[in-house]
């Protein structure tokens, strides 16, 4: 009931603001309670379903004096209200709407406690989010640019990477083998499994979780007798995978020791195709849908 997503990420109710609230909440008709203060508005929850919760400006509040303190506090006696210093908010037995009933009916039908539930839920996310915590993949600030504008030309003006793309995957990991070489004058072996392991997870998180709507027809046409989808894509959704692959690895059980060399190698790897980035990247897409050709370039 306190703050709920814009889009996916921003809030719509931000309740941050500088004003702060009154010592003490104002007081509502019977069965209603102050949640959140912001400004002249004041959030409202009418102790029902919370459907029927909603945004009131101080004309509806009544004024904070002996009088309606006392009214305050006849209501709160009424009501059994409970205080919980702990949480700052006040617990009461509130009247069960239809929709309530409805909830619970469900809940007994798949018989899922409502309590098990959720702590199952937390407990599965809290251990995901530690994980996730862990395997952190620093974009660069290009190539973060690179996403948005990547989202942009295929979600906002229809325009989709002319496929096959020159370079392709397999030509960007295997300069990157030999600039590691060049640099180094070897390569050792966990680069070598790093980038096979990049190319295996790509070929088959691609159709999965990489590609837009939009582009799912595309790909039934350019990824065709059993031809690899690193050798038809490029840098742009190869780029992709770098934002889905914590999400990846918090499947697999892997040492810390393991896990930091990973993390490195991902690192590097960005870095090689930042500095490679007017080559391996377009700048901009082609308005047409259609692919140029089949198979390896």
Same mark, same amino acid.
């Given at each position: 009931?306190?703050?709920?997503?814009?889009?996916?990420?921003?809030?719509?109710?931000?309740?941050?603001?500088?004003?702060?609230?009154?010592?003490?909440?104002?007081?509502?008709?019977?069965?209603?309670?102050?949640?959140?203060?912001?400004?002249?508005?004041?959030?409202?929850?009418?102790?029902?379903?919370?459907? *029927?919760?909603?945004?009131?400006?101080?004309?509806?509040?009544?004024?904070?004096?002996?009088?309606?303190?006392?009214?305050?506090?006849?209501?709160?006696?009424?009501?059994?209200?409970?205080?919980?210093?702990?949480?700052?908010?006040?617990?009461?037995?509130?009247?069960?709407?239809?929709?309530?009933?409805?909830?619970?009916?469900?809940?007994?039908?798949?018989?899922?406690?409502?309590?098990?539930?959720?702590?199952?839920?937390?407990?599965?996310?809290?251990?995901?989010?530690?994980?996730?915590? %862990?395997?952190?993949?620093?974009?660069?600030?290009?190539?973060?640019?690179? %996403?948005?504008?990547? *989202?942009?030309?295929?979600?906002?003006?229809?325009?989709?990477?002319?496929?096959?793309?020159?370079?392709?995957?397999?030509?960007?990991?295997?300069?990157?083998?030999?600039?590691?070489?060049?640099?180094?004058?070897?390569?050792?072996?966990?680069?070598?499994?790093?980038?096979?392991?990049?190319?295996?997870?790509?070929?088959?998180?691609?159709?999965?979780?990489?590609?837009?709507?939009?582009?799912?027809?595309?790909?039934?046409?350019?990824?065709?007798?059993?031809?690899?989808?690193?050798?038809?894509?490029?840098?742009?959704?190869?780029?992709?995978?770098?934002?889905?692959?914590?999400?990846?690895?918090?499947?697999?059980?892997?040492?810390?020791?393991?896990?930091?060399?990973?993390?490195?190698?991902?690192?590097?790897?960005?870095?090689?195709?930042?500095?490679?980035?007017?080559?391996?990247?377009?700048?901009?897409?082609?308005?047409?849908?259609?692919?140029?050709?089949?198979?390896?370039?």
């Amino acid at each position: 009931m306190g703050n709920s997503s814009k889009d996916d990420s921003t809030t719509d109710g931000d309740t941050s603001s500088g004003d702060t609230p009154p010592s003490n909440p104002n007081l509502y008709a019977e069965g209603e309670k102050v949640l959140a203060y912001h400004g002249p508005r004041i959030y409202e929850a009418k102790g029902w379903n919370k459907n *029927w919760d909603e945004w009131v400006g101080s004309e509806r509040l009544m004024k904070h004096t002996e009088e309606n303190v006392l009214k305050q506090q006849a209501l709160d006696k009424k009501q059994g209200v409970d205080k919980n210093p702990k949480s700052g908010r006040s617990a009461q037995t509130k009247p069960k709407s239809s929709a309530d009933a409805k909830v619970e009916k469900e809940d007994l039908k798949t018989n899922v406690p409502k309590g098990k539930k959720r702590k199952n839920d937390s407990g599965a996310e809290k251990d995901t989010l530690s994980f996730e915590k %862990l395997v952190k993949i620093q974009i660069p600030s290009t190539l973060k640019k690179q %996403l948005v504008d990547d *989202w942009e030309y295929v979600t906002q003006q229809d325009k989709l990477v002319k496929l096959p793309r020159s370079p392709n995957i397999d030509d960007i990991l295997r300069k990157f083998l030999e600039y590691r070489l060049k640099k180094e004058g070897t390569i050792p072996d966990p680069v070598v499994e790093v980038l096979k392991g990049i190319r295996c997870y790509f070929d088959k998180a691609l159709p999965v979780m990489l590609l837009y709507k939009k582009e799912r027809k595309q790909y039934q046409e350019a990824v065709k007798d059993d031809i690899s989808p690193s050798f038809v894509y490029g840098g742009e959704h190869l780029l992709r995978l770098f934002v889905k692959l914590p999400e990846l690895l918090a499947f697999v059980n892997i040492e810390e020791e393991t896990l930091t060399c990973l993390q490195q190698q991902f690192i590097d790897l960005l870095k090689f195709m930042q500095k490679n980035q007017s080559t391996f990247f377009l700048s901009a897409y082609d308005g047409s849908k259609g692919v140029e050709g089949k198979g390896k370039d």
